[in-house]
């Protein structure tokens, strides 16, 4: 059963950084794609990154373009979010997820498995 751990988490100023870890067990993680999403109060999950099972097709939200960097790593069966210049609008709970068909998508409803989510907290 394919499980996923986010690891990573926790409280910066703005302006600081963080990385995220996003770990698979279970399966061979190069058949995947990964997706990085998050989720602030009150608000709607949102996408935030994705990249292709080989790595050669990555996305990224306007928003976080030139400040994240998502990047995979399929022999330790880890996919990564570099979190540089973070701002308080950051803060949410950072989910990621994998896809089986490995594209890498914006869509949440394309990914079968989730992590349960580590919490980012930007402070001003």
């Known amino acids: 059963q394919v499980q996923l751990v986010e690891s990573g988490g926790g409280t910066v100023q703005a302006g600081g950084s963080l990385k995220l870890s996003c770990a698979l067990s279970?399966?061979?993680?190069?058949?995947?794609?990964a997706g990085w999403f998050r989720q602030a109060p009150g608000k709607e999950r949102e996408f935030v990154a994705a990249?292709?099972?080989?790595?050669?097709?990555?996305y990224y939200t306007d928003s976080v373009k030139g400040r994240f960097t998502i990047s995979r790593d399929n022999a330790k069966n880890t996919a990564y979010l570099q979190m540089n210049s973070l701002k308080p609008e950051d803060t949410a709970v950072y989910y990621c997820?994998?896809?089986?068909?490995?594209?890498?998508?914006?869509?949440?409803?394309?990914?079968?498995?989730w992590g349960q989510g580590t919490q980012v907290t930007v402070s001003s």
């Open positions: 279970g399966s061979t993680f190069s058949s995947y794609a």
């Open positions: 990249i292709s099972w080989s790595g050669s097709s990555i």
């Open positions: 997820a994998a896809d089986n068909l490995g594209r890498g998508t914006r869509s949440s409803g394309a990914y079968e498995y």
